[in-house]
C-alpha cells in the first residue's frame, strides 16, 4: 500500500523564521512528488519534483526531492504571517490511466507576528 | 487552476437522505477526481474518472458512487447518507499530457461541507 508521512505535523514559527518541512513516502512506481498550500479553502498547487537533487523555487518557498532516501522537504525562508496554512505533500507512481495521489495529512504552519 | 466549481457549497441534510454533489470544470480536463478530507486523516480519493462514463473506485468507496456522462461535469452521490458522511468534499481534475497520458498536478475546486445529522 502507497503510503506518505509528514513531520511535523504542526509548527509556530515567528514572522522572519525559516521553516522546513518534511516528507518521505512509500510509493510503487513512483514518479513525482507534488506540494500544496491550503488555506481555508481548496488547496493550490505549489510544486512538482521528479529528479533527485534538482531545487525548485519560487519566491521564498523551495523544495527539493532525494529519489534515494524517498524523501522530500520544503522550505520556506523569512516567514509571514500568510504563510500560515496547511502544506500538504502528495506522491504519484508511473503516468498512466488510473495514476492516483497518495497524500500524506498535512503538516499546520503558524506564523505569529 | 481549472475553472472547477461545485455545488452546493454547503450542505445539511438527515441521515437516510440521498445527496448529490456536482463538480463542474470548464477547461477539458480528462480526468476528475472526489476526495473528502476529514481532520486527522488528509485527503482520501473516493472515486475517480479517466473519461466520459469511465470510473472506478478510490480507497474510501463505500457508500458513494459517482457517474460522467460527460466530460465537463463528475457527479458524487451519497445514495443513503450517514454521519460517518459528515465531511468537506473536494473535487479535482487532471489534464491530459500531449502524449495521452497525465500530467501528475491535480487542480481543487472550492470544496463542498456536507453536514449529515
Known amino acids: 500500500e502507497d503510503k506518505v508521512v509528514q513531520s511535523p505535523l504542526s509548527l509556530v514559527v515567528h514572522e522572519g523564521d525559516t521553516v522546513t518541512l518534511n516528507c518521505s513516502y512509500e510509493v510503487t512506481n513512483f514518479r513525482s512528488l507534488l506540494w500544496y498550500k491550503q488555506e481555508k479553502k481548496a488547496p493550490t498547487f505549489l510544486f512538482m519534483l521528479t529528479s533527485s537533487g534538482i531545487e525548485k523555487k519560487s519566491g521564498r518557498l523551495s523544495s527539493i526531492l532525494d529519489k534515494k532516501e524517498l524523501f522530500s522537504i520544503l522550505n520556506i525562508t523569512a516567514t509571514q504571517t500568510g504563510d500560515s496554512a496547511v502544506y500538504l505533500c502528495?506522491?504519484?507512481?508511473?503516468?498512466?490511466?488510473?495514476?492516483?495521489?497518495?497524500f500524506g495529512k498535512g503538516i499546520t504552519l503558524s506564523v505569529r507576528p | 487552476d481549472a475553472g472547477i466549481t461545485q455545488s452546493p457549497r454547503h450542505k445539511v441534510t438527515e441521515t437516510g437522505t440521498p445527496v448529490t454533489l456536482r463538480c463542474h470544470q470548464t477547461?477539458?480536463?480528462?480526468?476528475m477526481y472526489w476526495y473528502r478530507q476529514d481532520p486527522g486523516h488528509g485527503l482520501r480519493l473516493i472515486h475517480y474518472s479517466y473519461g466520459v462514463k469511465d470510473t472506478d473506485k478510490g480507497e474510501v468507496s463505500d457508500g458513494y458512487s459517482v457517474s460522467r456522462s460527460k466530460t465537463e461535469d463528475f457527479l458524487l452521490t451519497l445514495e443513503s447518507a450517514t454521519s460517518s458522511q459528515t465531511s468537506v468534499y473536494f473535487c479535482a481534475t487532471k489534464k491530459t499530457g500531449l502524449a495521452g497520458g497525465p500530467y501528475n498536478e491535480q487542480f481543487f475546486g472550492p470544496g463542498t461541507r456536507l453536514t449529515v445529522l
Open positions: 477547461e477539458n480536463h480528462r480526468y
Open positions: 502528495a506522491a504519484s507512481p508511473s503516468y498512466g490511466a488510473n495514476s492516483k495521489l497518495t
